[in-house]
Nanobody
Framework: QVHLVESGGGLVQAGGSLRLSCTAS????????IGWFRQAPGKERDFVARITWSGAATNYADSVKGRFTISRDNAKNTVYLQMNSLNSEDTAVYYC??????????????????WGQGTQVTVSS
C-alpha cells in the first residue's frame, strides 16, 4: 500500500499553466506505476496520463496530448503533471493513482488500487 496526496490545483485563466504534484509515502514508491485521472462535475472519472515505475514510458489521453507532461522524481517520491494551454474543458478534480502491477489497461480506473483525495483545477475563460 502507498498513501498518495495531490497538490498544486487552483484557479487559472484559460491559456495558463499549472503543475500538479502527487507525493507518496512508503519506501517502495519507485516500484509503482502512477496514473492521473480527472473528474468533471456530473461526469465519469477519465484517464489523463500514466508513467511507469522507471519513468521510461508515458501515455496520454488524446485530449491532453501535446499540452500535458507527466514526469516523476523517485528520490522525492513525487509524480508531476505539468499542464499547459489550459482551457475550460480541463476543469475537474484531478486524482493520482498507483498500482504495483503492470497493466495493459492503464487507462482504466480498475487497474489502480491506491488513490489520492484529489485536487481541484478550475480554468476560467
Amino acid at each position: 500500500q502507498v498513501h498518495l496526496v495531490e497538490s498544486g490545483g487552483g484557479l487559472v485563466q484559460a491559456g495558463g499553466s499549472l503543475r500538479l504534484s502527487c507525493t507518496a509515502s512508503g519506501r517502495t514508491f519507485s516500484s509503482y506505476n502512477i496514473g492521473w485521472f480527472r473528474q468533471a462535475p456530473g461526469k465519469e472519472r477519465d484517464f489523463v496520463a500514466r508513467i511507469t515505475w522507471s519513468g521510461a514510458a508515458t501515455n496520454y489521453a488524446d485530449s491532453v496530448k501535446g499540452r500535458f507532461t507527466i514526469s516523476r522524481d523517485n528520490a522525492k517520491n513525487t509524480v508531476y503533471l505539468q499542464m499547459n494551454s489550459l482551457n475550460s474543458e480541463d476543469t475537474a478534480v484531478y486524482y493520482c493513482a498507483a498500482t504495483g502491477a503492470y497493466s495493459a489497461t492503464y487507462y482504466e480506473i480498475r487497474s489502480y488500487n491506491n488513490w489520492g483525495q484529489g485536487t481541484q483545477v478550475t480554468v476560467s475563460s
